[in-house]
């Protein structure tokens, strides 16, 4: 198990670096200089203003100087253009909360009312309610989470005032759930969607076997049973669909907190690539490659811990 | 009871016996129904998903105007009119129904109402409503709700109103449809391709070559969607080609393998070994007698594909990746309106119910295609 681990945790490593490089050239390789339009830059300045940032040098001095400084000193440079000066860490250190704050909150309110939803439709199953149920589902899990953010944009904040419109960054506390509870919903909705028809195909498999017979059998009402000894089963899977849903929450989130001016990574990504400052754009690209590669990993290492046969990766037994 | 040797009745007379059923008919019916084959038998099932079916109805009418919708209207996408700006939408036939709806109407606020008989500042015919009167310092406000069209003398209607630069948004919400639909169909008709290619190859010859070709998948697999697509575009520029093969290079993985494991299923069986056996070539086995087997999965899988990759274009829209101005998107037209939302949220309004319709509609029919092609999987 430990060999596993590591190996894995290793290609992690691999892959992250290979990202970086790939990032790193892309973004360098890109037309145009960042100091086009500057036309009040003397020479001189331009000259001195590349050797600062080491644009003078050749394109491979430039990627071990980069590297060098991430590794020795966690530097991952400065930004230009978006925050003139400022060190990428610091910028990304502060987005990274927010962002963390919205999907978190939005997985975590998604996966109670997803259960909720699915047991109520395997328990009504091939009812009106099931039928209505699941065509929610299927408008909640097709239609991108953009396009609700828009809608409860208008409806619930400028129409009927509900909700601040967009973000508050001064906000604190009970204020600052508030002021995110729309984007939070909106990047909700689909998890909520798949979490629920997940487990009713698990759940309504679950409901009429023998086991829960007998469990009504002893007396237990049809909440109990399936409550207790229902759900039981799809738990362990469930957590297996969760977690990669996260970077699908992520990628809904760039453009949600968009919408509501958020300023976390999302909205840095996209100021840095529409600004061409690339030291901030390659650093958020790793931040979501790096949540990405976790949810992975983690899924993979929970699976090895829960069905040994998964943990060789189909070698043989060391 | 006895039983009689032949020897035993060989001295019976032959001419005493008769056939039971010399004359008479056989009652053994013949078939009279067609046989149903694989696809016939599908389709019968999904004839009978009333949602699939009109799912695909939607489609084929959206697709309709989608190839249509701009020519009907008269208007080129890309023809700017700054006098026609931020228009609201308006149907004639639809506006004199006084429904309230597509009848050109923007609201004025807190104008005098002494004026309002004024013809010179509001043409005859062009107030549709005046709500929330009320007075301010002694003179009589209140909000006007005009026809936009009469008020500023403006003989074109625009269906659904005009953008900020005064392009007629019917058209290019049409335009832009179709052009999502292009990427959308073209970029999964690529992975679908590429993927079958791939996932057989991998699949049929198996051993060293597939551990090869999987472990190509799984690394391509460990970069993060998002990177992939935006440093993608990024390096070959935001035309309609590097955003169809933006799509693809990732999401062509999943179809190969499943073909690859429809392969492991089939290709072990007898019939595949008496076609071998036969002298059949790899290429015909492989597409011809394999493959076929795999047919209904990887048209569910197209199917569904597309909302994602419908989806995938509005996000690169959304973070400014999306194709260059003028060519409309469904994304582009998307984000252009969430600028203006809360001034002119019908500029949003159409696109979104258009890209929602698409999403759902293919979400459902490639739900009945899978249930119709594989009923053990129904409701899953």
């Known amino acids: ?318 | 009871m006895k039983i009689y040797n032949a020897s035993e009745y060989s001295g019976l007379d032959k001419s005493k016996f008769t056939l039971v059923q010399m004359d008479t008919v056989l009652h053994d019916q013949k078939f009279e129904t067609k046989p149903v084959g694989f696809f016939k038998d599908a389709m019968q099932r999904f004839k009978k998903n009333k949602s699939s079916v009109v799912a695909f109805i939607i489609i084929v009418i959206i697709a309709l105007f989608a190839i249509f919708g701009p020519m009907v209207s008269g208007k080129g996408f890309n023809d700017q009119n700054l006098d026609h700006m931020n228009a609201p939408p308006k149907i004639p036939f639809l506006a004199n129904l006084n429904i309230g709806l597509f009848d050109g109407g923007t609201v004025l606020t807190n104008r005098r109402v002494e004026n309002l008989t004024d013809t010179t500042q509001y043409p005859e015919g062009s107030i549709l409503a005046v709500t929330n009167r009320h007075f301010v310092n002694g003179v009589e406000m209140c909000d006007v709700e005009v026809d936009y069209y009469e008020f500023n003398d403006i003989d074109e209607t625009y269906w659904f109103g005009t953008d900020y630069l005064g392009r007629d948004l019917w058209t290019r919400l049409w335009r832009g449809t179709r052009v999502s639909l292009l990427i959308a169909l073209v970029s999964v008709a690529v992975n679908v391709v590429f993927g079958v290619v791939y996932g057989s190859i991998s699949g049929y010859y198996g051993g060293k070559l597939d551990m090869v070709l999987m472990r190509i998948t799984e690394i391509i697999n460990a970069f993060p969607n998002i990177v992939v697509m935006t440093l993608f575009v990024m390096i070959f520029g935001t035309g309609l080609f590097s955003i169809i093969l933006a799509l693809v290079v990732r999401d062509w993985i999943g179809t190969a393998r499943l073909v690859r494991a429809q392969f492991y299923r089939f290709k072990d069986n007898e019939y595949v070994l008496a076609a071998r056996t036969l002298g059949v070539r790899d290429r015909t086995l492989i597409f011809r007698h394999i493959l076929p087997n795999s047919l209904g999965p990887i048209i569910t899988r197209t199917a569904l594909a597309v909302p994602a990759a419908i989806f995938s274009e509005s996000f690169l829209a959304y973070i400014g990746l999306g194709l260059r101005p003028p060519e409309p998107s469904i994304g582009i037209l998307l984000s252009e309106g969430q600028k203006v939302l809360l001034y002119y949220p019908t500029q949003t309004l159409f696109p979104a119910i258009i890209i929602s319709l698409l999403c759902i509609s293919f979400n459902m029919f490639g739900n009945g295609l899978r249930d119709a092609f594989d009923p053990t999987q129904r409701g899953a």
């Open chain 1, 1 to 318: 198990m430990r060999n596993y681990i590591l190996q894995r945790l290793l290609a992690t490593v691999v892959t992250l670096f290979i990202i970086l490089s790939i990032g790193f050239v892309v973004l360098r390789l890109m037309p145009g200089n960042i100091f086009e339009g500057y036309d009040e830059l003397t020479p001189e300045m331009l000259a001195a203003l590349e050797s600062k940032y080491n644009f003078d040098k050749p394109i491979i001095v430039q990627y071990f100087l980069y590297l060098k400084n991430i590794i020795l000193n966690w530097d991952w440079g400065l930004s230009i253009k978006l925050y003139p000066n400022m060190p990428v860490w610091d910028i990304v250190a502060q987005k990274i909360p927010v962002t963390l704050y919205v999907n978190v909150y939005s997985l975590c309110i998604s996966l109670p009312l997803g259960m909720l939803a699915g047991i109520v439709m395997a328990l009504k199953k091939n009812s009106g309610v099931d039928y209505l149920v699941s065509f929610l589902v299927v408008i909640f899990i097709s239609v991108p989470s953009f396009i609700f953010a828009t809608g409860l944009q208008y409806f619930c904040a400028y129409k009927w005032g509900w909700f601040p419109i967009i973000y508050d960054p001064s906000a604190a506390g009970m204020a600052k759930f508030i002021s995110l509870v729309l984007p939070i919903l909106a990047l909700a909705f689909s998890p909520i969607a798949r979490v629920a028809r997940y487990l009713r195909g698990e759940l309504a498999e679950t409901i009429g076997s023998d086991f829960m017979l007998l469990a009504r059998t002893k007396g237990l009402t049809e909440g109990q049973a399936t409550l207790r000894h229902g759900i039981r089963n799809s738990l362990v899977p469930l957590m297996n669909i969760i977690i990669p849903m996260f970077t699908t929450i992520m990628g809904g989130s760039l453009v949600v907190e968009r919408i509501f001016a958020i300023p976390g990574m999302g909205n840095l990504m996209i100021s840095g690539i529409n600004t061409s400052d690339h030291q901030v754009t390659l650093a958020t690209l790793m931040f979501y490659s790096v949540i990405s590669i976790l949810t992975i990993l983690i899924v993979d290492l929970s699976y090895g811990i829960v069905d040994p046969r998964i943990r060789m990766g189909g070698k043989q037994a060391v």
